[in-house]
Every structure is written in structure tokens, then in C-alpha cells.
């Protein structure tokens, strides 16, 4: 799991405690502006993650997921931040992050992608479709409304939910559509 300097931390803290009450093993790297941002969002330090998922510097490319041969279920950035997608659309793996990511997409791995940004401009349009067209599924940060959330954790976990969902990892933190007798 990756985490970057766009906004939306929220769904990224959401999305790893999850995980880490589903019993699933995570690691996870942040970019410098994705720890920033989670701070000065969600008041969450990196350390606060610790006991949710391996933490790897983003520096360290000697990290086992930065190799094909580490074998992963798949990965998920969330928020994903344009500079990010901007890397890994066009090849750069000078990060742990990039290289995991592209490790990822040559694997043919499921690999999600939770871009945040509004408006796009063409050049996130054309990024965006070159990792779709490569594999990548882009999940925008889009939560519907259908659920009636009266609470920011219930957008959050909307997103989380549909993440878990892309993964086939069963969950129950929202209740499906036409579920309701
Ligand atoms: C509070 C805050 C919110 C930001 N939100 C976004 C965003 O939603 N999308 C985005 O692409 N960049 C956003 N940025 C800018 C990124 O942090 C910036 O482009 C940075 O270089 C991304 O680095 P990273 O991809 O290594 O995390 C935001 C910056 C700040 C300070």
C-alpha cells in the first residue's frame, strides 16, 4: 500500500486498519508529502501506523517489494497524488513506491489506483488511461452517497469497502446495495 501528498489520508487510514482487523499482512510506504499531509489532515503520525502494516522508507530500494520475486497479493495507492501517477505511468522507478508499483503492473498484479484531483487536466486524463490501459484499475476518490453517510468515517469506508471489494477480500463494513429486506 502506498500513500501520497494527495488529499484524502482519510481513506488511506481507513483502508490499512482495516486491513490490519481483516488479518491481512501490509506493507506500506508513504512519500514525504503523503506523511505531511496525513498530519495535517488526520492528525496521524507515521508511528501511529506502525501497528497496522511494515512501514519501509520510501528511500530504501533494497526493500523486498521493490523485487517481482516478493510475492504480493497486489497493491493500492490511496490517495494517489498526480506527481505519483504521473511517475509510474511513464516508468519512473527512482522511489520504493514507483519501483513497487511497476513491479506490480510487469507482475500483472491487481493494482489500484485511488487518484485525487479536481479538475484533471489532460495530462492526468492521458496518464491515467496509459496505467489503465497497462493493467492499473483507477479508483477515483468518489464516494457515492447512496448510503445516506451522515458521518466523514462512513465516506471514508465507502471507498475501502469498494478497494476490499477489487482485492476479493470479504468484509462487512457497509452493507451492499439491494441487501436491505
Ligand atoms: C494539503 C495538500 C493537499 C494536496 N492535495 C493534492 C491532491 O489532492 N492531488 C494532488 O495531486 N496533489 C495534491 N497536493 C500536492 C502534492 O502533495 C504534491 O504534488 C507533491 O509533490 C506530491 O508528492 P508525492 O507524489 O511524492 O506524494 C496537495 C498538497 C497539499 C499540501
Known amino acids: 500500500m502506498g500513500i501520497t501528498g494527495a488529499s484524502g489520508s482519510l481513506y488511506a487510514y481507513a483502508l ?3 486491513l490490519h482487523q481483516l488479518g491481512i499482512e501490509t506493507h506500506l510506504i508513504v512519500t514525504e508529502m503523503g506523511e505531511k499531509v496525513m498530519q495535517f489532515e488526520c492528525n496521524k503520525k507515521m508511528d501511529e501506523l506502525k501497528e497496522y502494516a511494515t512501514i519501509h522508507s520510501n528511500k530504501n530500494l533494497f526493500a523486498s517489494i521493490a523485487s517481482g520475486s516478493y510475492l504480493t497479493d497486489g497493491m493500492v495507492i490511496v ?4 506527481n505519483t501517477l504521473g511517475a509510474i505511468a511513464n516508468g519512473v522507478g527512482d522511489t520504493l513506491l514507483s519501483r513497487a508499483a511497476s513491479v506490480v503492473l510487469k507482475e500483472k498484479r491487481t493494482f489500484i489506483i485511488v487518484p485525487r484531483e479536481a479538475p484533471f487536466n489532460l495530462i492526468h486524463l492521458r496518464n ?3 496505467l489503465a490501459e497497462t493493467g492499473a484499475c483507477i479508483m477515483p476518490a468518489s464516494p457515492g452517497f447512496y448510503h445516506k453517510p451522515t458521518e ?3 465516506l471514508a469506508n465507502f471507498m475501502v469497502a469498494r478497494i476490499l471489494d477489487m482485492l476479493n477480500i ?3 463494513l457497509l452493507e451492499r446495495w439491494g441487501e436491505k429486506t
Not at 79 to 82: A, L
Request: aromatic share 6%; proline share 6%.
Open 170 to 172: 470479504d468484509h462487512r
Open 16 to 18: 490499512v486498519r482495516a
Open 128 to 130: 491515467m488511461t496509459a
Open 79 to 82: 490517495p494517489c497524488s498526480m
Open 152 to 154: 466523514i468515517w462512513e
